[in-house]
């Protein structure tokens, strides 16, 4: 059982948007920056989100992120093929004193 | 750019030691603003963080709670690498083993932004 919990699955027609959700406790997302990673079958994640809502360089401004209190989520609109990944959130628990993941939400693009 | 190389066997026997190696180009293990890390992914687990070694003035190490009594993570300033070990494996620590570089006071925060390739490791006998 992950710490921070996302649905499993979600699903969006092409350009269309989508949006996806995490949630935790106050010692993590209510206490600490959130980070989304989007993860493409048979790679390693890659950062797509971080401190909430900041894009990295060279990540679309079709996704965005958001939070409030101890959830947070992740919008992806104009959706496209090549978006159907797997998604997970992370965020620092302090009461682990550790990083914390969500079980990953498995995006597909019908 | 910076990238990750990872190493190590890809089967090891339980109650053994499993041990990975990571090595590191255009960044050093002895960076102040980096914390190496290895996090690692099975179907039943998800992605699960094991822990950090970083340089700050000391070598400054972080384990997570489920694995703290078995695992070190070491780095080798000589050969700009970091390696894990994990001792005691059991078939539950069958997973995807990922290093990763860690960002401490970076305008990213403190993401995960370099990511090793994986290395699917299998306890068995």
């Known amino acids: 059982q992950s710490v921070l919990t996302q649905a499993p699955s979600a699903s969006g027609t092409p350009g269309l948007r989508v949006t996806m959700s995490c949630s935790g406790s106050?010692?993590?997302?209510?206490?600490?920056?959130v980070y989304w990673y989007q993860q493409l079958p048979g790679t390693a994640p890659k950062l797509l989100i971080y401190?909430?809502?900041q894009r990295p360089s060279g990540v679309p401004d079709r996704f965005s992120g958001s939070k409030s209190g101890t959830s947070a989520s992740l919008a992806i609109s104009g959706l496209r093929s090549e978006d159907e990944a797997d998604f997970y959130c992370a965020s620092w628990d302090d009461s682990l004193s550790g990083w914390v993941f969500g079980g990953g939400t498995k995006l597909t693009v019908l | 750019q910076v990238q990750l190389q990872q190493s190590g066997p890809r089967l090891v026997k339980p109650s053994q030691t499993l041990s990975l190696t990571c090595a590191i180009s255009?960044?050093?293990?002895?960076?102040?603003?980096?914390?190496w890390t290895w996090i690692r992914q099975s179907p039943s687990r998800g992605l699960e963080w094991l822990g950090r070694?970083?340089?700050?003035?000391?070598?400054?190490?972080d384990y997570a709670v489920s694995v703290e009594s078995r695992i070190t993570i070491d780095p080798d300033t000589s050969k700009n690498q970091f390696s894990l070990h994990l001792k005691s494996v059991t078939p539950e620590d069958t997973a995807v083993y990922y290093c990763a570089r860690g960002l401490i006071a970076s305008t990213l925060g403190a993401a995960f932004d370099i990511w090793g390739q994986g290395t699917m490791v299998t306890v068995s006998s």
């Open positions: 401190r909430d809502s």
């Open positions: 070694t970083a340089y700050r003035f000391t070598w400054q190490n």
């Open positions: 255009g960044d050093s293990v002895s960076s102040n603003s980096s914390a």
């Open positions: 106050n010692s993590n997302i209510g206490d600490n920056y």
